[in-house]
């Protein structure tokens, strides 16, 4: 157990009251005969059996019990704990999980994505497994190989998504060998909360991507690659006329925001900030309390509005495409 996973509100002595607590998780201590004390943890499902977490039953008596307390998981967010609450690897398969590839394929450890040149996360291989490289089905340069070949047969261009710093080494085995980095982007995260916002625009949402929306974004060769997985689509509107637009993909309690844009002649009057609060209230009517992006590191103006609404960065990554010299 990680020390700031849980709280331990109150103890009791003996067993009283411990009937109370069947179908809870509990840290029972119990008296050893030799005089010393031992610890159990598990789901208590009678006064006298503790179920573990790898399904083993623990039986005892309450005799033996010293003191017991409730564990009581802390508020799940997304902000906050180590790493942010939410390992690297998780929020990864949650930002893939709403702009999946057309085709994906495991080898190993590796995902393997291609979606027909549109997007670079759609077309790149993405290590899930334990460092340094993630996992691969074979040794390092043949599962690399296996990359190349991958991307050739669909004419890509082979490229490879590495969370940071989880893949740091792998970053720097295929720079010394002759691979580039192309761009380094954050992603970012944020626990939505209802926000009192002072605004005549109308929001409308959509659980398909129309032809409204795609003439504010443009966006028509991403439609098949947008429609793969579930997502709301919002338009601001003043005046009757559609001024933004954005992408919230959905994933359980999580959304993953995407494809914001601001019409030219209405940037830098906060436009794009009164959308993401008036979506954000939206979503926490649905239930939607955490929300994910990401931003190229270069993209100081999003970084900006980002951190206005309270994103806090949760790691980096990098792609990283063959040279056309190695």
């Known amino acids: 157990m990680r020390l700031g996973d849980y709280r331990y509100p109150m103890k009791w002595t003996g067993a ?39 399904g083993d039953e623990i039986t005892f008596s309450q005799n033996e019990i010293a003191i017991y307390r409730e564990i009581i998981p802390l508020p799940d967010s997304a902000g906050k704990g180590a790493p942010l609450s939410i390992r690297i690897i998780e929020l990864e398969k949650i930002l893939n999980s709403t702009w999946s590839a057309t085709e994906q394929i495991m080898h190993g450890q590796w995902l393997f994505r291609a979606s027909g040149k549109y997007t670079m996360r759609a077309n790149s291989v993405l290590p899930q497994g334990a460092p340094p490289f993630g996992g691969p089905e074979k040794n390092i340069d043949e599962a690399i190989s296996d990359v190349v070949t991958f991307y050739a047969d669909r004419d890509l261009e082979p490229i490879f998504h590495l969370p940071l710093p989880i893949y740091h080494e792998l970053s720097s085995y295929l720079l010394a060998h002759g691979w580039m980095e192309k761009l380094r982007a954050q992603v970012q995260v944020l626990d939505i909360e209802v926000t009192q916002i002072n605004s005549d625009s109308v929001l409308e949402v959509s659980s398909l991507c129309d032809a409204e929306w795609l003439a504010v974004q443009g966006d028509e060769m991403l439609l098949t690659l947008m429609e793969t997985t579930p997502a709301r689509y919002y338009i601001l509107k003043k005046n009757g006329e559609a001024v933004a637009a954005l992408r919230a993909g959905i994933r359980d309690e999580w959304t993953v925001i995407s494809r914001l844009y601001v019409r030219p002649e209405f940037r830098g009057s906060k436009i794009g900030q009164e959308l993401m609060l008036l979506v954000f209230n939206n979503l926490y009517s649905l239930g939607i309390t955490k929300a994910a992006l990401q931003v190229d590191i270069s993209n100081e103006a999003a970084i900006a509005l980002y951190k206005s609404l309270g994103f806090r960065k949760h790691h980096e990554y990098s792609f990283v495409i063959q040279s056309s010299e190695s």
Request: net charge positive; proline share 3%.
């Open 16 to 54: 009283t009251g411990l009937m109370d607590h069947v179908g809870k998780r509990l840290t029972i201590r119990l008296h050893e005969a030799s005089g010393g004390y031992r610890d159990i943890v598990g789901i208590l499902e009678s006064p006298t059996t503790l179920r573990h977490k790898n």
